[in-house]
DNA sequence: TTGCTCCTCACGTCACGTGAGGTGGC
DNA sequence: TTGCTCCTCACGTCACGTGAGGTGGC
């Protein structure tokens, strides 16, 4: 048996999340003579249960809806889900493209508007830390290869300069596998 | 000067979405005497420079404070929406990880426990509509090939079928080209 | 008069986060 | 006594959708 705070701890989550949880149903606790939510057991595998099904994105409704109808089939559950993550990737990708279309109009209307230090710039102003611009395009990179080129392209930089750009993070990955 | 329900239609847009970038001050259109909201030319220009950026994901606070800053540059904005769209694709790749993890469990305790038939009916109260099951499978195969091959496996299905199925894949791929 | 468009609230969505204001346990 | 955890409201988030109840235009 025990509190919010800990069984909060075991999953990584905050306990506001499981006070919710308690206030849909979906994970109720039992209560001490003093009101503290205690967690038993059943409890706590319960909410693996949850949380598995939650990282996979599956909405909390369905979740309960799985949990209390007994002979259900979880399959039907995951495959709608990742027909839903499909279609979320196609939004994603088309939004890359847009904003690509964006960035050709508004960046370069002068031949290679950004040198190196400008771009930089640009991505500190854009919420991307100091030292961190490089994990910015390598994730790119991996996510997206041919939008990442595109962009590259769109603000100027030649098919050298990308080839060269590709070497570095090729390398980075290289570094990370050892 | 026409009202709400045209720009709407102009757009693709509903009219709810119009009177709420009318309520943030977002698009504020004048009224006439009888309080119907008139939109002008600049107006109508405004909101395809709105529409843009949210076609990208841009969120509306940001979009807001851009129109309203004279010499802002849109680069950074557009740059962080990149950024976020990575991290989106990430969390999704996550997530079909997580589940094909899942379906390996729940599914396949038994060999080949879906033969084609159940599979289709496991599609169809996933809430894929009878005859767009080969549109679902192409999706997820376009967006994620490795996953749709993971997939397949965990649902019991060999090798030889895989490679046959990417066939008919392709083969529509052709078709929809021509 | 009928049908269509328009108006303004006000509430719901989804999964929590964030105070405010107060109590229990060691 | 101090600090930590716990409690219960209640409001905010984001971009609208959905009525409810009523008016204007042709």
């Given at each position: 048996m025990i509190t919010v705070g800990k069984a909060a701890k075991m999953f990584g989550l905050s306990r506001t999340a499981l006070l919710y949880y308690d206030s849909l149903g979906l994970v109720k606790a039992k209560r001490a003579a003093n009101g503290y939510r205690l967690y038993s057991g059943e409890n706590i595998e319960r909410l693996s249960r949850v949380?598995?099904?939650?990282?996979?994105?599956?909405?909390?409704?369905?979740?309960?809806e799985y949990l209390e109808t007994p002979g259900s089939?979880?399959?039907?559950?995951?495959?709608?889900r990742l027909g839903g993550i499909n279609r979320q990737i196609e939004t994603a990708r088309k939004q890359q493209e847009v904003i690509i279309k964006l960035l050709k109009n508004a960046g370069v209307?002068?031949?290679?508007?950004?040198?190196?230090?400008?771009?930089?710039?640009t991505l500190r102003q854009a919420g991307v830390e100091e030292g961190k611009s490089l994990q910015w395009h390598f994730l790119f990179e991996k996510q997206s290869p041919g939008q990442h080129r595109e962009l590259l392209l769109a603000l100027g930089f030649s098919d050298e300069e990308i080839k060269h750009f590709k070497k570095i993070y090729e390398d980075s990955v290289c570094r990370h596998r050892k």
């Open positions: 949380i598995s099904l939650r990282d996979a994105g599956v909405p909390l409704g369905e979740i309960s089939d979880i399959c039907s559950i995951l495959l709608k209307r002068e031949k290679r508007k950004f040198r190196t230090d400008e771009w930089m710039e």
